[in-house]
């Protein structure tokens, strides 16, 4: 399972043992419980990246039967038929279409090779061909091999590897997906103008290569997997086996990709495109067999009906299965990732506001510089940069000199304001005498006051000041 998918351990507190996760597991759970959605899906995205005229993609889709190079050819010529008579010969593993059986015969080659990645011209130098054919029939028969016992030699070992590929009925890769891969090969950037270059788009080609694998047939997409492995390592060991991606290609394509029963001469210009399309693959394997991210929340979306992480539209291609248990739990998170998404646009707009203001603050002064200030601090209500919040000026507060005013002040905790035409200045306020101090000190707090007391204390005050004035007028007369 290793060679098929990527796997994450996770360690949970409350079990003992680790968890595996498949990151593909959703992918892989659509793709054999509903192979016509999951293909549906997939190839729409295929011809997103890629342009397939009606008949390529009714072949891609398996809907006609593929039209390959030299099959229209009435000349058949003598390697072609070579080429037909020799596959006629079919064997339990050699010859016979691709079974979970005949990979594991197989990956026995491949572990091996795995070990013996240094010997010179690995896949270009043929071995023995007695040892090969004792070696062929005991994987045909399904003896227990022991490869490591010395009888058999690297070169021999690849050789047979290469052969059981060019004896399968068709390409690795398929017949259906021959034309999508001539396409892939054509991807290039664009410049600013938005004309083709020569440069190839790898982006876009890996993207592709991962969408086309995933409806290879499933033996198919497993046996390619430990095969570019194998392939990239021996291209990393080019300084002890003399084999880069490029050589390894030239070895490879033929039995991988080119369809069967043609020769070079069908080809013509498009041995290049293949070539070069295999070179690819090897360089780039690790990344090849990864279903893109929009693929994986795309099944997610249909077992689980989550929109928590969806990335692309293609998303919107499946939906929910239709639990209504869980519609609530849906409304639940769309308001929360819609509350996330205003307090991102909002941080991204003061974020904005602040560059503008920057930039107009470091222009020159001028006439518009001031108008620009002008504007801004009308419609902008985010702080800038060295800005303070604006704060309306406060109301000029008025003192009142009655003492009247002054427990008011104290007890409502709100200035008297006074009508006055000219605020320009502010009259001090009397001085209050010890004994009105000692009559406040009295009055307690402003929260336990009630009207009442308060119409009391201004009878007293009154009823003193007119005590006062008969006492001076007392005073007045008796000096007279």
């Known amino acids: 399972s ?85 596959r006629k010969e079919k064997g339990v593993v050699f010859g016979s279409p691709l079974t979970e059986e005949g990979i594991a015969q197989v990956s026995q080659l491949i572990e091996y090779l795995h070990k013996n990645l240094r010997a010179e011209g690995l896949f270009r130098v043929p ?120 050589n390894l290609a030239l070895m490879f394509a033929p039995h991988i990709l080119w369809p069967r029963n043609v020769t070079a001469n069908d080809l013509q210009e498009n041995i290049t495109k293949l070539n070069n399309g295999v070179t690819f693959m090897i360089k780039h394997s690790q990344k090849l067999f990864k279903a893109p991210v929009y693929i994986r929340e795309c099944a997610r979306l249909h077992y689980l009906g989550s929109r928590a992480h969806t990335s692309k539209d293609d998303l919107d291609l499946l939906t929910s299965p239709g639990s209504k248990e869980l519609q609530p739990l849906k409304s639940q998170k769309r308001s929360r990732l819609d509350s996330c998404h205003q307090e991102e646009t909002q941080q991204r707009t003061e974020e904005a506001l602040k560059e503008l203001f920057r930039h ?15 504007q801004f601090n009308k419609h902008s209500t985010t702080l800038t940069p060295g800005s303070e919040v604006p704060t309306s000026p406060a109301p000029r507060r008025t003192r009142s000199r009655s003492f009247s005013g002054l427990i008011k002040r104290k007890v409502l905790g709100t200035p008297v304001i006074l009508e006055r035409k000219s605020r320009d200045t ?55």
């Not at 290469?162 to 410049?191: N, S, Y």
């Not at 209050?432 to 006051?449: D, R, T, Y």
């Not at 308060?454 to 004035?469: A, N, P, V």
Request: overall charge positive; glycine content about 4%.
């Open 360 to 374: 107009v603050h470091n222009m020159p002064d001028s006439a518009k510089k001031k108008k620009l200030i002008r």
């Open 426 to 480: 502010t009259p001090e306020p009397a001085r209050v005498s010890k004994e009105n101090v000692q009559l406040l000190q009295k009055c307690g707090s402003p929260a336990h006051m009630s009207q009442t007391k308060l119409k009391s204390l201004e009878g007293r005050k009154e009823e003193s000041s007119r005590r006062m004035r008969a006492l001076l007028l007392s005073k007045d007369s008796s000096s007279l």
């Open 127 to 246: 071995g023995n061909s007695i040892r090969q054919q004792i070696l062929k029939d005991a994987l045909n028969s399904g003896t227990d091999i022991d490869l490591d016992s010395g009888e058999f030699h690297s070169n021999d070992v690849a050789t047979l590897l290469k052969m059981f590929l060019g004896e399968l009925p068709e390409p690795l890769l398929t017949h259906k997906h021959f034309h999508a891969h001539l396409k892939i090969a054509d991807l290039t950037l664009f410049d600013e103008k938005g004309n083709k270059t020569s440069t190839p788009d790898k982006e876009r080609q890996i993207e592709a290569l991962q969408l086309l694998f995933l409806i290879l047939p499933a033996p198919n997409r497993s046996l390619l997997k430990l095969l570019l492995d194998l392939l990239y390592q021996t291209a990393k060991k080019q300084d002890k086996n003399k084999m880069s991606a490029h």
């Open 2 to 86: 290793d060679a098929i998918c990527n796997f994450v351990i996770c360690n949970d507190s409350f079990r003992s043992q680790p968890i595996i996760f498949n990151p593909d597991f959703f992918v892989e759970k659509l793709r054999h419980e509903k192979p016509e959605v999951f293909t549906e899906l997939v190839v729409s995205n295929i011809t997103r990246l890629i342009d397939l005229p009606g008949a390529e993609l009714a072949q891609l889709m398996g809907e006609e039967d593929p039209k390959l190079p030299g099959t229209n050819s009435t000349a058949s010529g003598f390697f072609r038929s070579l080429m037909s008579l020799k």
